[in-house]
C-alpha cells in the first residue's frame, strides 16, 4: 500500500538525466516486438520476462550484456526505436518526470541496414511525438563505447555535434570501463566539445578513482556517470567537489552489480552531506526493475532521506540537466511553484 511520503515522491517532479533506451523497454513490448520479428525470447509471458531481465542474480557481466543483446536484437529498425523512445518518455511521465535524457549508442542499431543518423531520427521521432503529447523536455544523449574502435567513438561524437539543435544534449563515453581507458578516446571527446556538445563519462562504476579522474583531466567531462567509487580519494572528491562536477547517481544499479555492496553502505548519503554535487538516476528501468520514484524511496528507506533532503535531490536534478541557462532557470521555478504550492508536502 502506498503511504503519503510514497505518493509525495510519485508526485514529486523529478528529473532523469541517466537512463539507457536499450535498457529501458517495457516487457510487452519487448515480446510483442520480438514475435513479429521472430526473435527467440527466453520467456513468453510479460511479468516472467521482467523479471529475466533484472539483473539481480548477475554472476557478471556477461550476464549483463545477454540481457542487453536481448533488447538490442529488436532494435534494429525504425518502426521499433521510435515506439519503444516514445513509450520511455509516456512512462517517465506516469511518475512525473518532467525532464529525461535518454542515452543510447545509435552504432548498435545499424544491423537492419540503417545508418546511424537514420537510427538516431527514428529515436527523436519517438522522444519528441511524446514529449509534445505528454508535456515532458526530453533529450537524447548519443553514446560512444569504451570497447569499440575509437574511430566508431568519433562517428558518435560527429553525429551528436551535427544533431545538437535536433534534440540531442550530450555526448557519452559507456561501456566496460577496466582495460578500456578513456585516452583511447580522446578524439571524439575534442570533436564534441569543438561543436559545444556537454560531455558525461561513465567512469568509477566498474573500475576505481583513476577513472575518475581520467574521466575529469582527459575527457574534461562535464558530469560523470556513477562516480560511485570516488569516495577512495578524499584529493579527487575535493576537486570533483570544487569543480561542481555532478555525479549521475543509480543506487539500484550499483547494488545489482556490486560497485556497493547494500543499499545502506552506498556512498551517495555521503556524497550529498559533503556537498558534492548528485543528480539521482535510474540507469536501467527494465534491466534494474526499477522507476525513477523506486529510487527516491530507495534513498528514503535505506539512507535515512527526510523528505526535505529528497525534494533538495529533486531540484538538483533539473539544475544538472544538459540544458541553455534559460531552459534551466524555467524548469526550476516550475520546479519551486509545483512545490510550494498549498497542498504540496514540504
Ligand atoms: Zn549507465
Redesign the pocket.
Known sequence: MLTPSDTFLRALPKAEL?V?LDGSLRAGTLLELASERRVPLPAAEPEALARHMVVADAKGLEDYLERFELTLSVMQDSAALERISYELVEDHASESVRYVEIRFCPALSTRGGMDIQEVLDAMLRGMGRASAKFGVRARAIVCALRTTDPRISVEMAELAAANRDRGVAAFDL?GAESGYPVDEHLEAFEIARRAGVPITV?AGEGYGPDSIRQAVELARADRI?HGTRLLEDPDLLSLVRERGIPLEVCVTSNVQTRVAPSYESHPVRRYVDEGVPVALCT?NRMMSGVSLTDEYVALRDHLGFTLDELRDVARAGFAHAFVAGEERATMLAEFDQATTAPGTTR
Open positions: 541517466h539507457h559507456a561513465h556517470g540507469d
